[in-house]
Nanobody, 122 residues
Framework: QAQLVESGGGLVQPGGSLRLSCAAS????????IGWFRQAPGKTREGVSC?????YYGDSVLGRFTISRDDAKNTVYLQMNNLKHEDTAVYYC??????????????????WGQGTQVTVSS
């Protein structure tokens, strides 16, 4: 059974850092693009980053977040630095059976994780 599991979320102060992990089981990540998304209460889901073919970032996280992948561990990471209050959201990873493409944030992803909460607060 294909599954994605996110971890690494938590409470962090503004300016702090967190690293999220997205571990896959039941399928191999190396043939999929992986996207990170987030959704804050009362807001629509937002694309954060995508890795696959090329790497993409949402405008609001560019220069602060870095996506990376370790295909040997079947895991993708999202390093988040200089976190801001507005980064507070549930973060999800998702697998796309194609390359990201310039419209990566609106593609139809095949598998989704359950999400991990990130709260940025002093």
């Amino acid at each position: 059974q294909a599954q994605l599991v996110e971890s690494g979320g938590g409470l962090v102060q503004p300016g702090g850092s967190l690293r999220l992990s997205c571990a896959a089981s039941g399928f191999s990540l190396d043939i999929y693009a992986i996207g990170w998304f987030r959704q804050a209460p009362g807001k629509t889901r937002e694309g954060v980053s995508c890795s696959g073919g090329s790497t993409y970032y949402g405008d609001s996280v560019l220069g602060r977040f870095t996506i990376s992948r370790d295909d040997a561990k079947n895991t993708v990471y999202l390093q988040m630095n200089n976190l801001k209050h507005e980064d507070t959201a549930v973060y999800y990873c998702a697998a796309l059976d194609s390359w990201c493409g310039s419209n990566w944030y609106s593609r139809e992803y095949r598998y989704w994780g359950q999400g991990t909460q990130v709260t940025v607060s002093s």
